[in-house]
């Protein structure tokens, strides 16, 4: 049984930072692909971030060098450091593998 399950949400002002984690299971971790998704209530979810089994990383352009999507295989665990925060980046934020299991999501909220 694949499960998801997102951490690290909260409030920050402006300007600010927070770190998101995702702790996997039910899957081979060191070999899957998994992204970062959000979503604003009465929007569609989008993509923030992917990093691939080697490493290999991209982002949504709204995000780039800000965020940073990074793994650790022993942990189980993907990450989203989210720097320089801004109020457009309020969503809920759901770790993702493939298309078909998802987390419950973690608030982010951006404002002072």
């Known amino acids: 049984q694949v499960q998801l399950v997102e951490s690290g949400g909260g409030l920050v002002q402006p300007g600010g930072s927070l770190r998101l984690s995702c702790a996997a299971s039910g899957i081979i971790f060191s070999l899957s692909a998994l992204a970062w998704y959000r979503q604003v209530t009465g929007k569609e979810r989008e993509l923030v971030a992917r990093?691939?089994?080697?490493?290999?990383?991209s982002y949504a352009d709204s995000v780039k060098g800000r965020f940073t999507i990074s793994r650790d295989n022993a942990k189980k665990t993907v990450y989203l450091q989210m720097n320089s925060l801004k109020p457009e980046d309020t969503a809920v934020y759901y770790c993702?593998?493939?298309?078909?299991?998802w987390g419950k999501g973690t608030l982010v909220t951006v404002s002072s």
């Open positions: 993702a593998y493939g298309m078909s299991y």
């Open positions: 990093i691939l089994s080697g490493g290999s990383t």
